[in-house]
């Protein structure tokens, strides 16, 4: 492991996240001359899964460190989030973009469908299966995380427990915009083989994300609705709205982990 280059974190900022000490950032070479990063929170007293988190929009969350302590943008749902998955028993691993996705926009669609994806994230969950072995892995994703969550679980298959999609990007984005992709509007959900779980909310107004494409999926899959929350600060399409779960973070999250945990959990949440 002498090759992992890895930043370890002692600081406490439980006033801010309710996260206790012992985060890292990890960075682990995988292609040739691409490196891959991410975030680890504290673990849990009492560890009962990992969730490895994608974040949306092209997935970079600058991740560094400053001064001996992480930074990145902690805006996106899942990202500010951890400390919900924390408190619940499980530890949440945040991907970064890769060092080759780093400049400009970040992630595209296409790669996030990609063979090279594959390959870095499958160099994450190895690390993570040495750390924590025979702890279930789940991939979570929102909005353009959702490509990563649903193409890597297709291509991971019984090496993953199941893949969470949550605030799912149904629709192609046209080439007129400057973020363009086909999103999952060409995926066929049926080749993920792993438990799948779906999470939107009712009034999601980002077009992308449209909450009737995940209702009429819910014939087939688990589907978590959230109702109501706090008052939209940010655009349809960003994370502090209906479509980011704005105000209804910890009652998402946690229905979330009961599915995950094999509990009963509730399809709706108001």
Same mark, same amino acid.
């Given at each position: 492991?002498?090759?992992?280059?890895?930043?370890?974190?002692?600081?406490?900022?439980?006033?801010?996240?309710?996260?206790?000490?012992?985060?890292?950032?990890?960075?682990?070479? &995988?292609?040739? #001359?691409?490196?891959?990063?991410?975030? !680890?929170?504290?673990?849990?007293?009492?560890?009962? @899964?990992? *969730? /490895? $988190?994608?974040?949306?929009?092209?997935?970079?969350?600058?991740?560094?460190?400053?001064?001996?302590?992480?930074?990145?943008?902690?805006?996106?749902?899942?990202?500010?989030?951890?400390?919900?998955?924390?408190?619940?028993?499980?530890?949440?691993?945040?991907?970064?973009?890769?060092?080759?996705?780093?400049?400009?926009?970040?992630?595209?669609?296409?790669?996030?469908?990609?063979?090279?994806?594959?390959?870095?994230?499958?160099?994450?969950?190895?690390?993570?299966?040495?750390?924590?072995?025979?702890?279930?892995?789940?991939?979570?994703? &929102?909005?353009? #995380?959702?490509?990563?969550?649903?193409? !890597?679980?297709?291509?991971?298959?019984?090496?993953? @427990?199941? *893949? /969470? $999609?949550?605030?799912?990007?149904?629709?192609?984005?046209?080439?007129?915009?400057?973020?363009?992709?086909?999103?999952?509007?060409?995926?066929?959900?049926?080749?993920?083989?792993?438990?799948?779980?779906?999470?939107?909310?009712?009034?999601?107004?980002?077009?992308?994300?449209?909450?009737?494409?995940?209702?009429?999926?819910?014939?087939?899959?688990?589907?978590?609705?959230?109702?109501?929350?706090?008052?939209?600060?940010?655009?349809?399409?960003?994370?502090?709205?209906?479509?980011?779960?704005?105000?209804?973070?910890?009652?998402?999250?946690?229905?979330?982990?009961?599915?995950?945990?094999?509990?009963?959990?509730?399809?709706?949440?108001?």
């Amino acid at each position: 492991m002498g090759y992992v280059i890895r930043i370890a974190v002692a600081y406490w900022i439980a006033c801010c996240t309710g996260v206790a000490a012992g985060q890292e950032i990890v960075t682990l070479p &995988t292609r040739a #001359g691409v490196t891959q990063s991410y975030f !680890l929170t504290s673990a849990p007293k009492q560890l009962q @899964a990992i *969730a /490895v $988190l994608f974040p949306g929009s092209g997935g970079t969350i600058q991740l560094r460190s400053e001064g001996g302590q992480p930074k990145f943008a902690g805006g996106n749902f899942l990202v500010r989030s951890r400390a919900e998955f924390v408190k619940r028993g499980v530890i949440a691993a945040i991907v970064d973009a890769p060092s080759d996705q780093q400049g400009g926009w970040g992630m595209s669609d296409e790669f996030r469908l990609s063979g090279d994806h594959f390959t870095d994230i499958s160099v994450v969950v190895a690390d993570l299966n040495k750390r924590f072995p025979g702890v279930a892995v789940f991939l979570i994703g &929102t909005s353009r #995380g959702t490509i990563s969550a649903a193409a !890597l679980g297709a291509r991971f298959g019984a090496r993953i @427990a199941g *893949a /969470v $999609l949550t605030a799912s990007m149904f629709r192609e984005v046209g080439r007129n915009s400057n973020e363009p992709g086909p999103g999952l509007s060409r995926f066929d959900f049926a080749t993920i083989p792993i438990p799948v779980l779906f999470a939107h909310h009712v009034s999601d107004q980002c077009r992308f994300t449209p909450y009737g494409d995940a209702a009429r999926l819910s014939e087939k899959y688990p589907l978590i609705t959230v109702w109501g929350g706090s008052p939209p600060e940010s655009t349809a399409c960003e994370a502090r709205s209906q479509h980011g779960f704005f105000g209804k973070e910890s009652e998402t999250v946690e229905q979330i982990v009961n599915w995950m945990r094999k509990k009963p959990f509730l399809y709706e949440v108001k």
